[in-house]
């Protein structure tokens, strides 16, 4: 039923594609899953999420990191990378740290990936005063904000044909944040911008 009215509406449905990596297990410091999916906060800064996508460059992949807070849903920091490794996820870490006055006891939850399975990570982590939390194994829910924003990315902006270089892929994934944090309706919000939530409730 769903696929003929589909289909007579021309609508085409657009579904996220498997990761491209997986973690190597070498390290694999794997946190509690201490968020429990309670997405539900009361302030800023009290837990910030992280994960990974992919976005194609020419003929490659260009890894992209964000950080995400939970209180408006607002991206707070993210980095680019050619290669999807610790440093990617520390450096959009060292951003969000930076952007929020660098804040304390911030619960940071994400995936079992290896960038955040690192002993550079959990270090990267420490060093900022911050918590660790983790999905289960295998639970793409128990990261469900984050999975909604890089779902929004690839289905609303991200060309089908990808970019034909990293600067240009770079530039224009951070006018996509920049208008998903300032100007993008969120149904969470009460389909408010982010940023806007964030000032009203200041």
């Known amino acids: 039923m769903a696929r003929t009215l ?34 539900d906060v009361d302030a800023p800064n009290t837990v910030w999420c992280g994960d990974v996508t992919y976005i194609k460059v020419g003929k490659q992949w260009m890894y992209f990191a964000a950080v995400l807070d939970l209180f408006a849903r607002r991206i707070v920091g993210w980095s680019f990378s050619m290669t999807p490794d610790a440093s990617l996820t520390c450096e959009a870490l060292r951003m969000a740290v930076e ?10 939850h994400s995936d079992q990936g290896c960038q955040y399975t690192s002993h550079k990570f959990r270090n ?11 999905s289960r194994k295998g639970e793409c ?62």
């Open 141 to 202: 829910w128990d990261n469900a904000p984050m999975e909604r924003f890089f779902g929004s990315l690839k289905s609303e902006w991200v060309p089908k044909e990808g970019y034909s270089s990293a600067h240009e892929a770079q530039l224009d994934v951070q006018r996509y944040v920049m208008r998903y944090n300032n100007r993008r309706p969120h149904s969470y919000n009460g389909y408010r911008s982010p940023v806007t939530a964030e000032r009203a409730a200041a």
């Open 99 to 108: 952007l929020r006055g660098r804040p304390k006891d911030v619960l940071f």
């Open 6 to 39: 589909m289909r007579e509406s021309g609508v085409v449905s657009c579904q996220r594609r498997p990761h491209k990596y997986k973690s190597s297990g070498v390290e694999a410091l794997v946190a509690p899953h201490l968020l429990k999916r309670k997405f």
């Open 124 to 134: 990267e982590l420490v060093t900022h005063g911050l918590r660790q939390s983790m």
